[in-house]
């Protein structure tokens, strides 16, 4: 299976990464065949070889949630790393198979960093780190690859301190840095990189894929694709995750629940409950680890109540309040969720209003859109929708988590 396999419905992305991985591995040849030939001429470019590069040393890959422009980029990291004896009979770099591609695709490669965060927003500490390690030469003698999954989470100071690396990198240096869109990302960054825009791939595709990576029965991978219309992600955590279905079930039921104040207030307290709930979910399986792990490396006491040793508290402060971010950002994408569920909803209220011939993506729940749509207007079903981004775009803004959702459901009643 070709690295390529799971960057669904993406074909003319692929096209121009599978292009420039071949350049890439022309050029990493040659060197090592004249460095073996001892000294002489260097290596031709591969423009001198017939023909521009399609290789260049910063990528920048968007698209929507779920376009999987992050599975793009550690694809194309693992076709730059290939090893495969192929190569040298003609075959494409990209393999799947060799050390090169396994150990870039499972993240434990030696010249494959994958960064992402879990936190709000990537600082300059992290980042600096990032640009010494894109300093260094690439162990394995091929190419040293940064992924930078949440390149919209940096910080303005974050995104100068790596304006200088891509803009003078290393020779052997490539940074993959991956955004919702080209508009998050710096300016003067982004203009450094070669732009790849990915699409939301298609419900049929990402099916296909559930069923034949995943083992997904074939009914229960549509129904998932369909609800999340293309994203990848959140069609595999439908189709396999229980909980996720039962929440989604419940966000599906707001609409019906919001005809007088009383309702509004209890729905959104429902949706900051359930949200909360899952980030408390994610502090006891991580938290409690990290901390026992930090505590044992400081050499304190046993049991959680052992003193720490003098000196070492301001690292365990530190510890907590990352967790505190971390518990911050997990609640607020449990939200960002649900308010996407809630947009579909009203997103096929709306087609069935205007008769449009498209499937619904919420076909289970057919009867609440059905009996929402004769009983409002096409006027009042985008003001509604106007309402679930406007508390999208509160959340990003910081707005106290509560009142954004009230604020929001009231707006859903009054239509």
């Not at 409950?273 to 680890?289: F, L, M, W």
Request: with cysteine.
């Amino acid at each position: 299976m070709a690295v390529w396999d799971d960057v669904v419905g993406q074909d003319r992305v692929t096209a121009q990464l599978a292009a420039a991985a071949r350049d890439a591995d022309a050029v990493v040849t040659a060197e090592h065949a004249a460095q073996q030939a001892g000294p002489g001429e260097p290596p031709q470019p591969a423009a001198d070889r017939g023909g521009a590069s399609q290789m260049t040393h910063a990528w920048l890959f968007t698209g929507p949630p779920g376009s999987g422009r992050s599975t793009a980029a550690r694809a194309f990291a693992a076709a730059l790393q290939c090893v495969s004896p192929d190569r040298a009979l003609g075959g494409a770099p990209g393999c799947g198979f060799c050390d090169g591609c396994h150990t870039a695709l499972v993240g434990t490669h030696a010249d494959v960093e994958i960064v992402r965060t879990d936190l709000l927003s990537i600082g300059v500490k992290e980042t600096r780190d990032l640009v010494r390690r894109s300093s260094l030469s690439p162990a394995g003698g091929r190419w040293q690859v940064i992924v930078l999954e949440d390149a919209d989470r940096l910080t303005e100071g974050a995104g100068n301190v790596l304006l200088k690396a891509v803009e003078e990198p290393a020779p052997r240096t490539v940074w993959l840095l991956c955004a919702p869109s080209i508009e998050d990302v710096l300016p003067t960054i982004r203009s450094r990189c070669r732009h790849l825009s990915l699409r939301t791939p298609p419900v049929g595709a990402v099916a296909d894929v559930l069923v034949r990576r995943d083992g997904i029965d074939p009914e229960a991978a549509d129904r998932a694709a369909r609800a999340t219309q293309g994203h990848i992600g959140r069609a595999r955590r439908l189709a396999t995750d229980e909980r996720a279905r039962a929440r989604r079930a419940a966000v599906l039921k707001l609409p019906l629940r919001v005809d007088d104040i009383g309702g509004c207030l209890k729905a959104a307290q429902e949706l900051i409950d359930a949200a909360g709930e899952d980030a408390k979910q994610v502090a006891e399986e991580v938290d409690t680890k990290e901390t026992e792990e930090l505590r044992a490396a400081l050499g304190a006491a046993a049991g959680t109540g052992g003193r720490l040793p003098r000196g070492t508290a301001g690292v365990m402060k530190e510890l907590q309040d990352k967790q505190k971010r971390r518990a911050t950002r997990t609640q607020r994408d449990s939200l960002d969720l649900a308010l996407v569920d809630l947009t579909g909803f009203y997103r096929d209220v709306l087609a069935l209003q205007m008769g449009a011939s498209v499937p619904l993506a919420n076909d289970e729940v057919r009867d609440s859109v059905q009996r929402i749509a004769t009983t409002s207007t096409p006027e009042r079903t985008l003001r509604r929708i106007e309402a679930v981004i406007a508390c999208r775009d509160a959340l990003d803004r910081n707005v106290a988590p509560l009142l954004a959702v009230e604020a929001m459901t009231a707006a859903l009643r009054a239509g």
